[in-house]
């Protein structure tokens, strides 16, 4: 086997055959297969199976019926499945044109470099199948940011946001990678320095369907971003941060209504305690949730822990707004900062502690994670 080709798919059918097509026009003199890793909730694993049928060379079906780390954890999933070393990902819109394949290749080929990136951003790549000024905006700055904050990694990538390319898995430590979404190339290149070469693409638009990028995967990416380059706590201060200036408005909220600041900051405290252990469950510690028990006795814990330390808060509040003369927004601020190192360290260390007693039932029920099917 030459190739591996992995395409992670979310209700992708009407693209399916002609992916395949074209797939098989582009690299007919290469022995390969496609990999589709599929977290569809519509008929799109039933059109895979029936494509898989009639084409030229193998395709693998893995459908999740448990998806883990969105599009991302779909791309390890199945670079860990590949027969091939090489591995190309690409995306099951066709926004990645099949007929570069060949020029990714051709230039793995030289066996100099570890990844071959299909950039957007170098002479003869162009992104204009991006949906409106506003996407093209928001790509191009999420690439300077993400090379600002990884100048070394990156220096040899101008593309780092991209979905299209073509890895040497036995370059990579998988088993490191930590896949938040959709920018699993980022995930790729932060975690070790790799040898990069690229080649122009030009972002074509959808064959058919519709973007799955949403204002979610967006604080998925910023959340990514942090915790490679400053580890989870970042990404805790983050969610904090949002909860402390939520905590903050709905006080402030409430005192303009004519609430008296204990009551205002108890409420206010309540609502950003449930809001944060939701942000918490989805972006800071996603990927200790499924060894650390159910999300049940995790939000009992954490909220648990939270009104304790609200407790604890409130009366020092009090003796900052009336002892010491703070003005009580000030003060609430001052007590949150305060608190944040603590709410860390309980909730990594206790909350999603992983359960020793669970490990053997994780191992057994591991090959049953994901149903892969060979046509």
Known sequence: MDLTIVVPTFNEGPNVVELLRRIG??????????????????????????????????????????????????????????????????????????????????????????????SR??????????????????????????????????????????????????????????????????EILARRHMRVAEVPFAFAPRYAGSSKATFTQGIRFLTQLLMLRFGRMSAFALVGGVGAIANLVIMWGLIRLGMDYLPASIIASEITII?????????VFSDMRSESGSMTHRFVKSF?????????????????VENAHIPSVIAAGLTLIAAFVVRFVFHALVVYAPKSQRVPAVLEAAPERARAAEY
Not at 275 to 283: A, H, M, Q, R, T
Not at 304 to 320: C, D, H, K, S
């Open 25 to 118: 026009d582009a690299v007919d003199d290469r022995m390969i297969e496609v990999v589709f890793v599929d977290d569809s909730t519509d008929d799109t694993p039933a059109i895979i199976e029936r494509a898989a049928k009639t084409a030229d060379f193998p395709v693998r079906l893995v459908h999740r019926d448990e998806p883990v780390a969105g599009l991302g954890g779909a791309v390890v999933e199945g670079i860990r499945t590949a027969n091939s070393s090489w591995c190309l990902v690409m995306d099951g819109d066709l926004q990645h044109p099949p007929e570069d394949i060949p020029r990714l290749l051709a230039r793995a080929d030289r066996g100099d470099v570890d990844i071959v990136v299909a």
């Open 121 to 186: 951003y170098i002479a003869g790549g162009d992104s204009k199948g991006l949906a409106d000024a506003t996407r093209t905006t928001v790509s191009r700055a999420s690439t300077l940011l993400t090379k600002a904050m990884f100048p070394r990694k990156l220096g040899e990538c101008s593309d780092p946001m991209t979905g299209f390319f073509l890895v040497d898995r036995d370059t990579i430590d998988i088993d490191a990678l930590r896949p938040r979404g959709f920018k699993i190339l980022l």
């Open 275 to 283: 809001g944060n252990f939701l942000l918490l469950e989805y972006l």
């Open 304 to 320: 648990a822990f939270n009104n304790a330390e609200a407790i604890i808060r409130i009366p020092v509040l009090w003796v900052l």
